[in-house]
């Protein structure tokens, strides 16, 4: 079952702009939330987390936006650039168990 | 500091076969989890170790196992192959602090597994 998921499988924005990716959950368990950045042929790369008990964490470009009640958390880019290209996954954490989103490919165009 | 390595980086083999795939976690890191990524389920979490003890475990079927050595190297194992297991595998490790879920993992390349 898919307790985390990413409806939107790509997103393309132009740089300069806001790119925003959305992440939603079903399970009240989660308590701490992850968003990873992955290029081809790596491996994923921490970005940014929040717990549950903040509902919003910010650094530097990157903004992650926490609605517990939505049961829904977004990551904000700001301002996008080229090299934010990737493909992102959001993670939740909870009850000694972590689910991945099947992640959004962003395409940032110069 | 060296990063996550993971060997090999490519791997073919038949149904039924076994297969070992090894993770060499950033030095002075304990935990080291890994995780299977396909297309259709995204990125799911297959076990965790720290201290040689299998900490966490998902939600996978006993044919996939796991160890992890004195010196935190981790290998796992999967025994009689499914096409289905075709997949990246991806091992991360994170800090000695104890904290699996919060602390910062450190993913590693991953190992490309294809079973015809």
């Known amino acids: 079952d898919q307790q985390v998921k990413q409806n939107s499988p790509s997103l393309s924005v132009q740089e300069g702009r806001i790119s925003i990716l959305n992440c939603d959950y079903t399970n009240s368990m989660f308590d701490y939330f992850l968003w990873y950045k992955k290029y081809p042929a790596e491996g994923p790369t921490f970005l940014i987390s929040i717990s549950s008990i903040k509902d919003k964490n910010e650094d530097g470009r990157f903004t992650v936006f926490l609605n517990k009640s939505a049961k829904h958390l977004s990551l904000h880019i700001v301002p996008s650039q080229p090299g934010d290209s990737a493909v992102y996954f959001c993670?939740?954490?909870?009850?000694?168990?972590?689910?991945f989103g099947a992640g959004t490919r962003l395409t940032v165009k110069p | 500091k060296a990063g996550v390595t993971q060997t090999p980086r490519y791997l073919i083999k038949t149904r039924g076969q076994q297969v070992t795939l090894s993770c060499s976690p950033i030095?002075?890191?304990?935990?080291v989890s890994w995780y299977q990524q396909t297309p259709g389920q995204g990125l799911q979490f297959l076990f965790e170790y720290f201290s040689e003890t299998q900490r966490n475990k998902g939600n996978f079927p006993g044919r996939f196992s796991g160890r992890q050595f004195s010196n935190s190297r981790s290998e796992m194992n999967v025994s009689t192959l499914e096409l289905g297991d075709s997949a990246l595998y991806l091992c991360?490790?994170?800090?000695?602090?104890?904290?699996?879920?919060?602390?910062?993992?450190?993913f590693g390349p991953g190992t490309r597994l294809t079973v015809l």
């Open positions: 993670a939740a954490v909870g009850n000694n168990d972590m689910r």
């Open positions: 030095s002075g890191h304990r935990s």
């Open positions: 991360a490790s994170t800090s000695s602090s104890g904290v699996w879920r919060t602390d910062t993992q450190y």
